[in-house]
């Protein structure tokens, strides 16, 4: 697992290293689509398929909202290991090292950019399943309100409804352990988050987000527009984030790179 997922984001780290503006990953699979061919017929209301990311900013946009004074210490607390303000993972304190989840806003904007997204449709729910970590989310469709005081979750709790062709979810919730992004942006246990999902023909899905949180951001973050691409001969791998293979990965790599040496 460690291998594997560390072999994938090498790559990324001299591309992350500069500006959100430049952090970018051109995700390759599915990328030989015929896009001059007209697009068969599709049921806008059904997401169901195999999808991979094609937009190459791996945050919700370029440009960050201002923070406000308690999300600004979050932030600096944070030491990531791409970007900027990159250090190495060793002297880090990226959650995944420690094989916490990435949350939902991560996996959505990183995880699809290496390994594909699942969607399913149920009468009652929808499901999403990344394969990174082999985990899910699951969006209520059966008109249930979000809990008014949930219990804070990795991927919060979410609720959609259908707004014409548009698949609108409202999520809550959220466990501030998380990070937004690889880049150490923080949110609170207070944030919102609102998806909204259209199939635009049979092979494109376009995402918006708008993600508000008053106690880390002056202003609702509005995502520019991500566009997933159908990969019809995918298949979701199972790729567990091991805790005992990824402490031995660290001890016998990842902290002798960085200088670091633990008993």
């Given at each position: 697992?460690?291998?594997?997922?560390?072999?994938?984001?090498?790559?990324?780290?001299?591309?992350?290293?500069?500006?959100?503006?430049?952090?970018?990953?051109?995700?390759?699979?599915?990328?030989?689509?015929?896009?001059?061919?007209?697009?068969?017929?599709?049921?806008?209301?059904?997401?169901?398929?195999?999808?991979?990311?094609?937009?190459?900013?791996?945050?919700?946009?370029?440009?960050?909202?201002?923070?406000?004074?308690?999300?600004?210490?979050?932030?600096?607390?944070?030491?990531?290991?791409?970007?900027?303000?990159?250090?190495?993972?060793?002297?880090?304190?990226?959650?995944?090292?420690?094989?916490?989840?990435?949350?939902?806003?991560?996996?959505?904007?990183?995880?699809?950019?290496?390994?594909?997204?699942?969607?399913?449709?149920?009468?009652?729910?929808?499901?999403?399943?990344?394969?990174?970590?082999?985990?899910?989310?699951?969006?209520?469709?059966?008109?249930?309100?979000?809990?008014k005081d949930p219990e804070p979750r990795w991927m919060g709790y979410s609720v959609g409804k259908w707004e014409g062709d548009t698949f609108v979810v409202d999520s809550t919730g959220f466990d501030e352990r998380t990070w937004l992004d690889h880049f150490g942006t923080p949110h609170s246990d207070q944030m919102r988050l609102q998806e909204r999902y259209k199939r635009l023909d049979r092979d494109n899905l376009e995402l918006t987000m708008t993600?508000?949180?008053?106690?880390?951001?002056?202003?609702?973050?509005?995502?520019?527009?991500?566009?997933?691409?159908?990969?019809?001969?995918?298949?979701?791998?199972?790729?567990?984030?091991?805790?005992?293979?990824?402490?031995?990965?660290?001890?016998?790599?990842?902290?002798?790179?960085?200088?670091?040496?633990?008993?």
């Amino acid at each position: 697992m460690s291998n594997r997922f560390t072999s994938s984001i090498v790559g990324l780290a001299a591309i992350l290293a500069f500006s959100p503006a430049a952090l970018s990953y051109a995700g390759q699979r599915g990328a030989g689509a015929n896009a001059a061919a007209p697009s068969p017929p599709h049921d806008p209301k059904d997401l169901s398929g195999i999808w991979t990311k094609t937009w190459r900013t791996l945050a919700l946009s370029a440009e960050v909202p201002p923070m406000t004074p308690e999300g600004q210490a979050k932030f600096n607390a944070n030491k990531p290991s791409y970007g900027p303000r990159a250090i190495p993972p060793a002297l880090g304190n990226d959650p995944t090292g420690k094989c916490d989840p990435l949350g939902l806003v991560r996996n959505l904007l990183l995880e699809v950019a290496i390994y594909p997204m699942e969607i399913v449709q149920t009468p009652r729910r929808v499901l999403q399943f990344f394969e990174w970590a082999h985990s899910w989310r699951e969006i209520w469709t059966d008109g249930r309100d979000l809990p008014k005081d949930p219990e804070p979750r990795w991927m919060g709790y979410s609720v959609g409804k259908w707004e014409g062709d548009t698949f609108v979810v409202d999520s809550t919730g959220f466990d501030e352990r998380t990070w937004l992004d690889h880049f150490g942006t923080p949110h609170s246990d207070q944030m919102r988050l609102q998806e909204r999902y259209k199939r635009l023909d049979r092979d494109n899905l376009e995402l918006t987000m708008t993600l508000t949180d008053p106690m880390t951001f002056t202003k609702p973050w509005v995502s520019e527009k991500k566009i997933f691409k159908l990969d019809p001969k995918a298949e979701i791998q199972e790729l567990f984030c091991v805790p005992s293979e990824e402490e031995a990965f660290n001890k016998k790599v990842r902290d002798p790179a960085g200088g670091v040496i633990r008993n």
